[in-house]
């Protein structure tokens, strides 16, 4: 397998940066984009390596989707759109940051209610009530 | 021979450690006799130390030896490693460290028990540990008769300094953690009239600061390691690996706050007695829930040097072994019967807050870490938790816990508001001037620390300035906070082709600077042999400004490719290079970046140990001191100046 991937990322690498020319990440139009597109990097698990961004991963596949998310940046496609693309091609788990949906409510809504429940819990055992009703 | 005499004082440790253990509870069973059988116990627990000692010993003499016939030195150590990596190879895995942790837990737990119950307690979570190993981890199996030649290598990334400071400093932490539990228990089986138990409330705080300042170093370090060795130029990832020995430290540090508040008649106060009970078993849980978490391969960890799944099952029962009778403990003494009795004062709110505060962050990142697994287990497929989730539910957290940490420094509600308003323009203003990232973090980042630091400037003139140490631990958290805030708001960076004699300016706050390659040189070591770019950093006037040097290696053990970074640290800025794939002849794919402040991180990180220390020793430099030579305080009656346990408890 490592042997495989050696090779590859090497032509990947090269299709990345030398096929297309005038294309390499520093030829993004402008630095806004190319924060864009590295945030999006980060916010990606590469579907290679065990629990690293795709930023930081040196995977084969990892330099493609790279690639790729540089590719939609400069084409003017917005950072849901990329997102939303990686999901459909390599399922929820690519994504750091889950949605927010009914089965991520209480990893979302946890650090609140935690907090919420632990302050009152604080209010009752010290017996605290508002100045008014004292 | 040798590592069967290291299975055998394993062996032997174990059976001591019961045997004290027994004579523990025999000793609370017939009162008396007590004395004799508790002389007897601790001459056993001194025993089972020396076997836990001794065992550890023939382990790191396996490894100097290269004896490949156990199969946990051929796995970790070759006949090339320098000898200070064979012996720091010892806690490199899952075995060694384990027996590691014991080991030092053993000798702990005599230094610094030296009554009943706690030495037998520690004894049988010895005993505990020793079967986990014993059964599930023994470090001294043997490779019989396909002895190897030559032992597999030290995974690289190991390779390093850190691995020789991190890991000991973090399971001392871990092993302060497991005494704070054994003294917890203690405390909860003694119940709540004894004369003893408040010596033994004195000495979890002790304890407790003792483990905060081992935890804080350990994450320090290991956050030191992995920006500077990884290769990513990350100072934390969120990974379970690193939440593993986050989610105690947190605990820990709310923990140390139940000490703060004045105790009542020489009592604590029972709701915080209560809280600092819960929380000792909550972080001891946390811990070894971690251990499993990370040893059992069960969630994927870009720092899991020792996986396997089988690990895991005996660390998951011996955590159940230790938390249910420990909870079961706690409902017994401390939900029942506490109401009647004087009524007692509540302690003071904003600590409770405070505390509240950073458990729901604690817990927080201990259901961010499990949830992919639980998500999992319900059948609804796989999903990640990673950094930027934690980051958005861990920043307003920091920031709650800054109100609460700064609001007691504060005479008056009026120095609050005019505190308030100079940390939400001062961070404002300097944000119209430099873009953030993210404009909300920033600002709460920015607003978290100015607050922090006013409320330290207000202690400067305030005449009655109290608690010296808890504010320079407090400081530390603002300076931590400030450099978070600053690296990942203003780190600039660019991914980019480079070859010799070619170059990029990067500027960052204002200042200008270039990063020219100059050109390749090889680089050979005993271990490696490496491609190195030199890179030399050229500040606004093109004056030079350091030369950088990263590295890109292969292995010749086992051929595993690293990068090993080109760091330049300096007070305002870290200058960042790190070395990719080889494009062509001769280009790389080159990461340049610079990273504002971000030596600040370990520096708050430092102050806090520091804070610890000092605080260790106060009450030591006190009693020198101070001309009578008497101890500001009486301590329990059975002190013996000469023995250790008492010269912790006088801390």
Redesign the interface.
Known sequence: MKLLFLPL??VI??VF??SQGTF???DLAGPEK??LA??IA??L?CPM?????L??S?NAIA?ELKAQIYLMVNEGKNREQILDFMTQRY????????KLGI??A???G??LL??LG??L???K????RPARMR | MLAETGHFLLILAIVVALGSGCLMLAAHWQPGRAPYLERQSRALALLGACSWLGAMAVLALCFITDDFSVAYVANHSNTALPLLFKVAALWGSHEGSLLFWAALLALFAVLFFNTEPTLGLSQWLLVGFGLVILLSANPFMRLLPGVPPEGRDLNPVLQDIGLILHPPMLFIGYVFLCLMFVQVMANLWQGNTDKAHQAGERRLRTLTLFGWLFLTGGNVLGSWWAYNELG?G?WW?W??VENAAFIPWLLTTALLHCFVAPTVNGKPQP?LQSAATLLTITAFGCCLLGSFLVRSGIV???H?FASSPERGISLLLLLAGCLVPALYLFAVRHLKGDGQGAPTP????LL??G???I???A??VL??TL?PLL?ELLG??????????FN??FV??VW?AALAMGWRWFASHQQRLQAAIGALLLPLGWLYFNQP?SMLYALMGLSAACWLLFAEVTQWFSSNSRRRWARLAHLGAAISILGATFVSQYET?????MGPDTG?TISSLGSDYSFVYRETARVETRAFHAIEGRIELLGDDGMRLHWLYPQRQSFKSNGMEM?QAGIVHGVWQDFYVSM?????DNTY?IRLSVKPLVSWLWLGGGLMMLAAIASLLQPLLRARLSPTGQRPQKLDDNAKPANPATAAEVL
Do not use: C
Request: glycine residues 6%; aromatic residues 10%.
């Open positions: 990322s090497l690498a090269l940066f030398s390499a990440a520093q190319l924060t590295m945030d980060r916010e698990r390596a065990t629990n690293q961004s930023f930081e040196e330099s399922g929820e788990q690519i994504r750091y940051q889950p089965n991520t209480l990893l979302w946890a650090p935690l907090f632990l302050a819990l604080s209010l055992l010290t017996g605290w | 990513w990350g990832f990974d379970p709701l994927q960890s870009v899991a509540a302690p003071p709110l409770l807050l505390m509240a505060v458990a729901s962050a817990l927080t259901l961010g949830y998500h609804l497929g796989k999903i990640s938790v990673g950094a930027p989730y958005s539910v307003p957290l709650l990232d960076e660019a991914v980019l082709r990029k990068s990719g794939q080889k494009l062509d794919l």
